[in-house]
């Protein structure tokens, strides 16, 4: 295992300091990579403007070879996401759609989307969250580095919708530490051991906690749950019946940066 950097980031880590960390990280596990196993992303979408952002994203993953299994839970595809996924297809990444009602749970969705794999790892994007070109091989990497059940990414960046705010929080709370073992990892980040998540019941059937049934399935079964950085990887806290200012102050205390809109760097990709 390469990393020992858990001892030696922490709260005072500046940015230019987490990425060059990262990057050198990067560096070192993909020299040890000859071949990467085979990834299936698990994709289920209520949101037809998120999907196009999110297919977009796929279409700029550094990752060689994988494959999508998209859910439409109770959506269509228009013209453009058509366009997008015969780019994709272009680029050897095969989509496979499926339909599902609207009123089939979540769980339900990607688990079945999950047992129609064969791939060696299953990875899971949420649609309106927002990924980084690096994002689905830096997890390969570490999956392969430490040899976890579980990968997935700390809760690094926070885009605040309602306020056009982008938060750092790194290094300082139970969800913002990176490169070690855990039980949490953000949900719209996780890839795991196809063999691992069967085992575990996939994601379960119901309406929500599916990510939590997942990785306490995992470690039910003494598998391992790896955190590496959150750099790559925005997670959107969007709009809600009861915006206010006040939602936010959990995400807002203790924030190293903060930026109007998105984060911008080379790491998190194109402009969103």
Request: hydrophobic fraction near 40%; charged fraction near 25%.
């Given at each position: 295992m390469t990393s020992g950097l858990s001892k030696t980031l922490n709260k005072f880590t500046t940015f230019s300091q987490e990425i060059a960390s990262l990057e050198t990280l990067r560096k070192a596990r993909r020299s040890k990579i000859k071949k990467y196993p085979t990834l299936s992303v698990l994709v289920s979408t209520i949101r037809p403007k998120d999907l196009t952002s999110l297919l977009s994203q796929l279409l700029q993953q550094s990752l060689p070879s994988f494959e999508v299994r998209l859910g439409l839970h109770g959506v269509d595809l228009d013209s453009t996401h058509k366009k997008q996924i015969s780019a994709l297809n272009r680029r050897k990444v095969k989509v496979?759609?499926?339909?599902?009602?609207?009123?089939?749970?979540?769980?339900?969705?990607?688990?079945?989307?999950?047992?129609?794999?064969?791939?060696?790892?299953?990875?899971?994007?949420?649609?309106?969250?927002?990924?980084?070109?690096?994002?689905?091989?830096?997890?390969?990497?570490?999956?392969?580095?430490?040899?976890?059940?579980?990968?997935?990414?700390?809760?690094?960046?926070?885009?605040?919708?309602?306020?056009?705010?982008?938060?750092?929080?790194?290094?300082?709370?139970?969800?913002?530490?990176?490169?070690?073992?855990?039980?949490?990892?953000?949900?719209?980040?996780?890839?795991?051991?196809?063999?691992?998540?069967?085992?575990?019941?996939?994601?379960?059937?119901?309406?929500?906690?599916?990510?939590?049934?997942?990785?306490?399935?995992?470690?039910?079964n003494g598998g391992k749950i790896w955190r590496t950085f959150g750099a790559g990887y925005i997670y959107r806290r969007g709009f809600t019946p009861h915006t206010y200012v006040t939602n936010y102050s959990k995400y807002l205390n203790n924030a190293n940066d903060k930026v109007v809109g998105l984060w911008t760097h080379p790491i998190f990709g194109e402009d969103k």
């Open positions: 496979f759609i499926e339909k599902f009602d609207a009123d089939k749970t979540l769980g339900t969705v990607l688990s079945q989307l999950a047992s129609k794999s064969n791939s060696d790892f299953i990875a899971k994007m949420d649609d309106d969250d927002f990924y980084g070109p690096e994002h689905l091989r830096d997890l390969l990497d570490a999956a392969i580095d430490t040899g976890a059940e579980v990968v997935g990414r700390a809760m690094n960046y926070i885009y605040l919708e309602p306020l056009d705010l982008t938060l750092r929080k790194f290094g300082g709370g139970s969800m913002q530490t990176v490169e070690h073992f855990s039980d949490w990892i953000c949900g719209g980040t996780i890839l795991a051991k196809r063999t691992s998540a069967q085992a575990a019941g996939w994601f379960g059937d119901g309406k929500s906690a599916v990510d939590h049934f997942l990785l306490s399935g995992v470690t039910n």
